[in-house]
T-cell receptor, first 114, second 114 residues
Framework: AQKITQTQPGMFVQEKEAVTLDCTYD???????LFWYKQPSSGEMIFLIY??????QNATEGRYSLNFQKARKSANLVISASQLGDSAMYFC???????????FGEGTQLTVNP | DADVTQTPRNRITKTGKRIMLECSQT?????MYWYRQDPGLGLRLIYY???????NKGEISDGYSVSRQAQAKFSLSLESAIPNQTALYFC?????????????FGPGTRLLVL
């Protein structure tokens, strides 16, 4: 069975600094996809970034980047130049095979301090 | 207008009542999903549908049923609501794209069962 682990229930960062949110996963598959979602206090789930297991480069989307270390089975989200609006819950998720369901981690609550 | 809408956004009901949560999408996606989120936990899949004639159980389908009325509409029913079904419910949609298939979420429905 696959499992996603987010070991940081809560993280704090100063505005304009970078922060890394950890995600490790457990799978025996060679091909899979990794996703990060943001959930602000309003509740909606917002897709941030995707990383494929065979992608040679780390994914980037604006201020978001993914530090993907396949051998360590980790897919950490890096947010650069944090903004107050980045305060939210962040979820890491994985898909094993095409069309299969997403498995979510328990989330990390990020607070950006002014 | 939002691509994925859910109605109602908030609902309070009593134990034993039947309720329906509705989801509509304008993204033109074939695949639709229902998740629930409990405090401190990630999302768990209840049911999913890959097209109008395809309905599949997720990891926590007991006590729930679904109906895919059209490509754009996917409803979740609680036949006899119980307090431990109090949660935040999300509908999501996706378009087949291999591993990079991304799920897009509605705003969520907060359900309280008394």
């Amino acid at each position: 069975a696959q499992k996603i682990t987010q070991t940081q229930p809560g993280m704090f960062v100063q505005e304009k600094e970078a922060v890394t949110l950890d995600c490790t996963y457990d799978t025996s598959d060679q091909s899979y996809g990794l996703f990060w979602y943001k959930q602000p206090s309003s509740g909606e789930m917002i897709f941030l970034i995707y990383q494929g297991s065979y992608d040679e480069q780390n994914a980037t989307e604006g201020r978001y980047s993914l530090n993907f270390q396949k051998a360590r089975k980790s897919a950490n989200l890096v947010i650069s130049a944090s903004q107050l609006g980045d305060s939210a819950m962040y979820f890491c998720a994985m898909r094993r095979t095409s069309g299969s369901r997403l498995t979510f981690g328990e989330g990390t609550q990020l607070t950006v301090n002014p | 207008d939002a691509d994925v809408t859910q109605t109602p956004r908030n609902r309070i009901t009593k134990t034993g009542k039947r309720i329906m949560l509705e989801c509509s999408q304008t993204k033109g996606h074939d695949r639709m999903y229902w998740y629930r989120q409990d405090p401190g936990l990630g999302l768990r899949l209840i049911y999913y549908s890959f097209d109008v004639k395809d309905i599949n159980k997720g990891e926590i389908s007991d006590g729930y049923s679904v109906s895919r009325q059209a490509q754009a509409k996917f409803s979740l029913s609680l036949e006899s609501a119980i307090p431990n079904q109090t949660a935040l419910y999300f509908c999501a949609t996706s378009d087949p794209k291999g591993f990079q298939e991304t799920q897009y979420f509605g705003p969520g429905t907060r359900l309280l069962v008394l």
